[in-house]
């Protein structure tokens, strides 16, 4: 892949904190450093190559990173993401959209985007689970225990089980148990997944108060810790066992830029609603054609 690199002009001038320029597909991510006061460097991460090369002058250091799901640019996104709705809307013709992944990995965020796209209406678990037991999710852990709260959480799916046109947003959880399963069964489950480095950090931003399993109190001393790294520990550990279930989804989401992004960001919302609705729209459309072939 050739390196578009003529776009990509510089002056500097100043101490150079680094920036991070997210680019047009097939991605480019363009990180200035300065090296010295007067001449910053600019370092290219494609896919294509890892060489040193030379723009406008400037020292550049073009690293190679494999990355083979490009994204459109966010200023098109939107058409794309229309585009790609009115194509998976008939074909899913109301069947129900279960998110499935660890804490943090976006469900209810990237649910709502997803169920706003498609006209569907966004229904959380834990949401209605407080609104069954006008309890949040911590006091029901803390007053009755985890136990207590799968027991809720496997009502409220096994309720939702004749819904059509929603996205539901799952507990983190909610792959532990078999019966549900059987509930999800029913729609298409798909799996948003992430490094527990961007986990962490987003559980984080959130505060780990709202999920009891990474609060404080949670088994896994934070003493001579500081909070992130308890917090990774944590995330670490459950997604080591979750894993195996998690990867039982019909859909596998990547949340990272790339798949060599070891989790300092993550993929936009957006970014994260057109992979989904890519990846579903080539499922429905192979489901659809093995159907009429069938019918032949
Ligand atoms: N793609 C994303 N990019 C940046 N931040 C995100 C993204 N998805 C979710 N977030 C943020 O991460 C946190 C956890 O997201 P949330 O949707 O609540 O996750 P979950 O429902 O899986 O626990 C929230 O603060 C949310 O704003
Ligand atoms: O992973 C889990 O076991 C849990 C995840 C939480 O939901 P989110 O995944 O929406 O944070 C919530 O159901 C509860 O704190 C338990």
Request: with cysteine.
């Amino acid at each position: 892949m050739a390196l578009r690199t003529s776009t990509v002009g510089c002056r500097w001038s100043g101490p150079a904190p680094p920036v991070v320029i997210h680019s047009r597909a097939p991605r480019l991510s363009i990180q200035i450093h300065s090296t010295r006061e007067s001449w910053p460097r600019l370092r290219l991460r494609d896919q294509a190559c890892r060489k040193s090369c030379f723009i406008k002058g400037l020292p550049i250091k073009a690293a190679a990173e494999t990355y083979h799901e490009s994204l459109p640019d966010q200023d098109v996104l939107t058409e794309h993401l229309d585009a790609l709705s009115a194509q998976v809307s008939p074909l899913l013709n109301g069947t129900c959209l279960y998110l499935v992944g660890m804490m943090g990995s976006g469900k209810s965020t990237v649910g709502k985007l997803v169920a706003t796209l498609l006209g569907y209406q966004i229904l959380d678990v834990d949401s209605l689970i407080q609104d069954q037991t006008g309890r949040s999710v911590p006091q029901i852990f803390a007053e009755e225990g985890e136990q207590a709260f799968r027991d809720l959480e496997s009502k409220v799916l096994q309720e939702l089980m004749t819904t059509k046109d929603a996205v539901v947003s799952t507990g983190g959880g909610a792959v532990m148990r078999e019966e549900n399963w059987g509930y999800m069964s029913q729609g298409v489950v798909i799996w948003l997944t992430g490094p527990a480095e961007l986990l962490s950090r987003r559980a984080l931003q959130d505060g780990t108060k709202s999920r009891p399993l990474l609060s404080a109190s949670s088994s896994g001393s934070t003493e001579g810790r500081d909070e992130y790294a308890a917090t990774l520990a944590k995330v670490t550990r459950i997604l080591s066992e979750r894993e195996h279930l998690y990867a039982r989804a019909d859909l596998h989401i990547p949340l990272g830029v790339s798949p060599q992004d070891p989790g300092e960001r993550g993929a936009t919302p957006a970014d994260v609603a057109y992979r989904l609705l890519t990846a579903l729209a080539e499922r429905l459309k192979t489901g659809a054609d093995k159907q009429v072939a069938a019918a032949a």
